[in-house]
């Protein structure tokens, strides 16, 4: 089964600062999918980012962007202007064609004032 | 409204005993997924189902069950072969077209503890 590593346990960035969190992912498929979901501590899960890997261009969402490297199969997270709101756990994700999706074990954002 | 509901919301465990956690979407979706969460962890894939009347095994199957008798349904039993259930169990539900980007819908949830 393909695996999804987030090497960074806890990150923290400056209000209105840019912070990158880190997510590598093991798979021999050359078709897949990518996400990024947030956590909040309501424990409800919140989609903010994803990427199919055959496109070549990196996914944006306002403030949310990503670093698709599909050879270093990385991918990566890059929040700019980060908001107090942004604080959560930071979820990594790979969905394989079958539909089997693993997530990473996350990255806690804090955000400072 | 269209979504994925779980109940109950906090779930107590007697030693020995079998429980069910229920999952039920009404968003037409083929893929139903079960996840595990322990505090401050990630979600580890228990079982995972793309149509009705099947479903794999994840990575942490073993002392749970489950059953996939309808398209709405996706009930997770947590055996007394599971040592140590206490955790926090997410349903989800997707599309499985082949070519897909969709996303994971989640249910909100349910806190399993053991007494």
């Known amino acids: 089964a393909q695996t999804v590593t987030q090497s960074q346990p806890e990150m923290s960035v400056q209000e209105a600062e840019t912070v990158t969190l880190s997510c590598t992912y093991d798979?021999?498929?050359?078709?897949?999918?990518l996400f990024w979901y947030k956590q909040p501590p309501s424990r409800q899960m919140i989609l903010v980012i994803r990427?199919?890997?055959?496109?070549?261009q990196n996914a944006t969402e306002n403030r949310f962007s990503v670093n698709f490297q599909k050879a270093a199969k990385s991918f990566s997270l890059k929040i700019s202007d980060s908001q107090l709101g942004d604080a959560a756990m930071y979820f990594c994700?790979?969905?394989?064609?079958?539909?089997?999706?693993?997530f990473g074990a996350g990255t806690r954002l804090t955000v400072k004032p | 409204d269209g979504g994925i509901t779980q109940s109950p919301k906090y779930l107590f465990r007697k030693e020995g005993q079998n429980v069910t956690l229920s999952c039920e979407q009404n968003?037409?979706?083929?893929?139903m997924y079960w996840y595990r969460q322990d505090p401050g962890q990630g979600l580890r894939l228990i079982y995972y189902?793309?149509?009705?009347?099947?479903?794999q095994k994840g990575d942490i199957a073993e002392g749970y069950s489950v059953s996939r008798e309808k398209k709405e349904s996706f009930p997770l039993t947590v055996t007394s072969a599971q040592k140590n259930p206490t955790a926090f169990y997410l349903c989800?539900?997707?599309?499985?077209?082949?070519?897909?980007?969709?996303?994971?819908?989640f249910g909100s949830g349910t806190q399993l503890s053991v007494l």
């Open positions: 189902s793309q149509i009705v009347n099947d479903f």
């Open positions: 968003l037409n979706h083929d893929a």
């Open positions: 994700a790979y969905r394989s064609n079958n539909n089997d999706m693993r």
């Open positions: 798979t021999s498929e050359s078709d897949y999918y």
């Open positions: 990427q199919e890997a055959y496109k070549q």
């Open positions: 989800a539900s997707s599309t499985r077209r082949t070519g897909s980007v969709e996303k994971l819908f």
